[in-house]
């Protein structure tokens, strides 16, 4: 069975950079592709920004340009590289791995842009 952690989140001011982690245990890590989400508070789920397991990516409008997704096969952990953050980012963020029919989220971090 899979599970995800991810870590990172924090307080951060707007211009400032932080960078999520998400911890995969389970086998298989490397077949599946990543996937970063995040929730803001009365607003829909967005898909920030996608890996799959021959490294391609994708990332939303909104986060193109600042934010970079890459993982690390010998440690199951895929990372959301975040910099120049806007208030706007501000939400929960959320792992997710998903490989064929199965998919698996993790709990989220909480990342919050303000001054």
């Known amino acids: 069975q899979v599970q995800l952690v991810e870590s990172g989140g924090g307080l951060v001011q707007p211009g400032g950079s932080l960078t999520l982690e998400c911890v995969f245990s389970?086998?298989?890590?490397?077949?599946?592709?990543m996937n970063w989400y995040r929730q803001a508070d009365g607003k829909q789920r967005e898909l920030v920004a996608t890996?799959?397991?021959?490294?391609?990516?994708n990332y939303s409008d909104s986060v193109k340009g600042r934010f970079t997704i890459f993982r690390d096969n010998g440690k199951n952990t895929v990372y959301l590289q975040m910099s120049s953050l806007k208030a706007k980012d501000t939400a929960s963020y959320y792992c997710?791995?998903?490989?064929?029919?199965?998919?698996?989220w993790g709990h989220g971090t909480q990342v919050t842009v303000s001054s």
């Open positions: 890996l799959t397991r021959d490294y391609s990516t």
């Open positions: 389970g086998s298989g890590f490397h077949f599946h592709t």
């Open positions: 997710t791995a998903r490989l064929l029919s199965d998919g698996y």
